[in-house]
């Protein structure tokens, strides 16, 4: 399939004088600075000659970019975000894989669809996207967000799945993982806390700027009910899972433990100085980690207690 240049649109970060209002979580500042960190050194979303196509899927026409050869990985990125947001990772990654960056429904160059968002509905998605582009099972990294619908698709598309890392990814609603779940009763599409994202949803949305409150609401009313992934559902996840985190996410760390240990072939790494935005505040140490799941055969070591014969040899 011939790949084209992305639609034209507004520069990120190109309105106004001062950056946008820090994450509700006072992560890192959004903006400006967080801008040139989301698109990396080619300024992905800013790049003339950026290059991608939409696939018609069974749910929505989906945009999505590629690079890279050799067996396929598949980057889900995270909610109110873009395959730019990936910039810190792409090039690592595609020297050694075919890598796939689908913008998943309401989301970038992708429209948004009638009714509410759902988890399932982005998974089965991704399924669609995964059968005919990637032609076969691939592998998974999804970030906040897109780790959700990466245990979906795991759950419920096996077959399709070779194997997964999941990055501050959550099984269970916001108000049941969230460290402040209270972010949830102030976030508002005209928001201060929402303003990057807005400026990055506008920037490329075949929809117009007019629909981002629509969106936004959507987004945010997901986020507060879902997902709903029961610990039975976990038990069922075959894909060696490599569960990672920053140490001070937006999520718990009591949760995120729950999330590793109810995977059968999970394997868990917590981050150390980092917080929601690990791959774009430690990305070499985020690749790495990600190149050697991928690689690696089975996990072995020298005094194991968790992990039985079974979860020996991946």
Not at 235 to 247: C, E, F, K, N, Q
Request: with cysteine; charged share 20%.
């Amino acid at each position: 399939m011939e790949m084209r240049a992305a639609p034209s649109g507004a520069k990120i970060g190109s309105t106004g004088s001062s950056p946008a209002a820090p994450f509700p979580l006072g992560s890192i500042p959004l903006g400006r600075k967080w801008a040139v960190q989301v698109t990396g050194k080619r300024q992905r979303l800013e790049e003339p000659g950026l290059m991608g196509d939409y696939t018609d899927l069974p749910g929505v026409r989906t945009w999505y970019e590629a690079e890279g050869a050799g067996d396929p990985l598949v980057l889900l990125h995270g909610g109110f975000c873009t395959a730019a947001t990936w910039g810190a990772q792409r090039a690592d990654l595609a020297a050694a894989y075919r890598v796939l960056l689908p913008e998943r429904r309401a989301h970038g160059h992708t429209p948004d669809v009638e009714g509410p968002l759902t988890y399932q509905d982005m998974a089965d998605d991704m399924a669609a996207f995964v059968e005919k582009i990637a032609g076969g099972p691939a592998h998974l990294v999804g970030w906040s967000d897109g780790g959700v619908v990466a245990l979906l698709l795991s759950l419920t598309r096996p077959e399709l799945v070779r194997k997964v890392v999941v990055i501050g990814a959550n099984f269970l609603p916001g108000p049941e993982c969230f460290v402040k779940p209270e972010m949830l009763d102030t976030m508002t599409a005209d928001g201060d806390d929402l303003d990057f994202f807005r400026q990055m949803y506008e920037a490329v949305t075949p929809d117009g700027s007019g629909h981002w409150p629509v969106v936004a609401r959507k987004i945010i009313e997901m986020w507060r009910t879902q997902p709903t992934i029961s610990t039975a559902d976990l038990a069922r996840i075959s894909a060696p899972t490599l569960v990672m985190v920053g140490d001070d996410d937006m999520m718990t760390l009591e949760h995120t433990n729950a999330l590793y240990s109810g995977l059968p072939q999970g394997s868990l790494a917590v981050v150390p100085g980092a917080s929601h935005l690990v791959p774009l505040e430690k990305p070499g140490l985020v690749n790495r980690l990600i190149l050697d799941h991928l690689a690696q055969d089975s996990v072995e070591t020298m005094m194991p207690v968790r992990r039985g014969p079974s979860q020996q040899s991946l």
